[in-house]
């Protein structure tokens, strides 16, 4: 009786670390996910607004053939890696994220802000990347039924 209950106690015990390893984990989000969608609507800096800053900042690259002089460079599939988030700790200033895809770049910031990162932003080489560019116009070939 008393080794069925050990096996019991020691069972328990397990699971009671694993939840307490899986609750530590620090790769985990940190932030609330409708707080990060309201930051979202105004995380974009185009490059106009980036001649007007005054603020110290840095630009991390995504792209191999760098853009900017004075940037640094992480490839995006390494950018949750322990030595890339230390650097990314020791920036001082606003971090703006840059990739020729701005898609790459809305990724990123998405990962970092989860990440708990304050800061960030992502450098949109366009005024305002979300706008229609194009007029609709409807297919006069098709008619109604």
Known sequence: ???KLSW??????LI????LVQTFNPNLFKRNVNDALKASQRNTVSMQELGNKNNAYTIVEFNENRHFNNSVY??????TQKDNKEKLAE?????????KDISTSSKAWVILN????????ILSEEEN???LKYKFRPD????PE
């Open 1 to 3: 009786m008393i080794r």
């Open 8 to 13: 019991i106690i020691a069972f328990l015990l």
């Open 16 to 19: 009671v670390v694993l939840v």
């Open 74 to 79: 992480i490839p995006f599939n390494e950018l």
């Open 91 to 99: 920036l001082k200033g606003a971090v703006l994220l840059y990739s």
């Open 114 to 121: 989860q990440l708990g990162f304050d800061s960030v932003f």
């Open 129 to 131: 990347p979300e706008v």
């Open 140 to 143: 006069t070939t098709i008619r």
